[in-house]
């Protein structure tokens, strides 16, 4: 499925260049997929609701576990990013 593969692709890309930080053109690069993936894929998905989403992979241990088993610290990783880059978006 073209979704799922888009998807890891862009999961790997955040997950490989965590050492580079947060807020690393790199990892924002793929920040900035993610989000086009969800508004394109499944449903519209503001940078508030977004930021929430990115909340949420630290406070739900649904999606920890999904994260986490990729890379260790990822979870909390992708919720530092995703509320950078909206920080950077909204200006």
Not at 48 to 57: D, T
Request: with cysteine.
């Amino acid at each position: 499925n073209a979704l799922l593969a888009e998807n890891q692709e862009i999961t790997l890309g955040i997950a490989n260049n965590m050492e580079k930080g947060y807020d690393s053109p790199e990892v924002q690069y793929w920040i900035e997929r993610w989000h086009q993936s969800i508004n394109t894929n499944f449903y519209p998905c503001s940078l508030e609701i977004f930021e929430a989403l990115g909340h949420g992979y630290v406070s739900d241990p649904r999606f920890t576990t999904v994260y986490e088993k990729i890379r260790p610290g990822l979870a909390a990783f992708m919720e530092q990013a995703m509320v950078e880059y909206c920080q950077r978006k909204n200006g």
